[in-house]
């Protein structure tokens, strides 16, 4: 079975500084998906950031960065700089599988203090 | 904005009521999905469509009966829903069926009284 974990149900941190959101995950696959997604509170999900497990390289959006630990089955993801408009839930999600259907973790909230 | 829209944003509806939720996607996607968010759950996966035809059905109750009369409407029709039904609505859609990335939409808050 394909599981996603997400171990911190809550997080904050300050404007400016760097927070790590973890997420581990479970396949047989070899050729799977990593996502994150955000949920703000306006509720509008989209897509922050996406791993391809075939590529060794971590991937990078802007402020947005993952450290892909593919043995570990560890996928979390950095924010640097954090901004007021990063508070949010923030999902961990993975596409693996013939049917590629997406599995999500249960999401962390993230808070950014001013 | 994601391209995806969804109406209403907000409903309330009783457990003897008929309502439609309305999914429209404008990014050209063939693949359209429903998923319902409730809290401390991850999302749940309910129907996907691909070109119009239905391609997964999630074990949905059939109280909730889905539409998909072109790639880029997806309807939700609801009656003698329970209150265990309030949750979250998402629509989502993708250039295909377990393409990489899905795009979603607002969501339609549902309350069963």
């Known amino acids: 079975a394909q599981t996603v974990t997400q171990s911190q149900p809550e997080m904050s941190v300050q404007e400016a500084e760097t927070v790590t959101l973890s997420c581990t995950y479970d396949?047989?696959?070899?050729?799977?998906?990593l996502f994150w997604y955000k949920q703000p509170p306006s509720r509008q999900m989209i897509l922050v950031i996406r791993q391809e497990a075939y590529k060794q390289q971590n991937a990078t959006e802007n402020r947005f960065s993952v450290n892909f630990q593919k043995a570990a089955k560890s996928f979390s993801l950095k924010i640097s700089d954090s901004q007021l408009g990063d508070t949010a839930m923030y999902f961990c999600a993975l596409n693996a599988g013939n049917n590629r259907k997406l599995i999500w973790g249960l999401g962390t909230s993230l808070a950014v203090n001013p | 904005e994601t391209g995806v829209t969804q109406t209403p944003r907000h409903l309330v509806m009783g457990m003897t009521n008929k309502k439609s939720l309305k999914c429209e996607q404008h990014?050209?996607?063939?693949?359209m999905y429903w998923y319902k968010q409730s809290a401390k759950k991850p999302l749940e996966l309910m129907f996907v469509y691909n070109f119009k035809e239905q391609t997964e059905n999630n074990s949905v109750p059939s109280r909730f009966s889905p539409e998909c009369p072109n790639s880029s409407h997806l309807f939700l029709h609801l009656h003698t829903l329970q209150p265990e039904d309030s949750a979250l609505y998402l629509c989502a859609s993708s250039p295909a069926p377990g393409a990489n990335e899905q795009f979603f939409g607002p969501g339609t808050r549902l309350t069963v009284l």
């Open positions: 396949t047989s696959e070899n050729n799977y998906y």
């Open positions: 990014l050209g996607h063939n693949a």
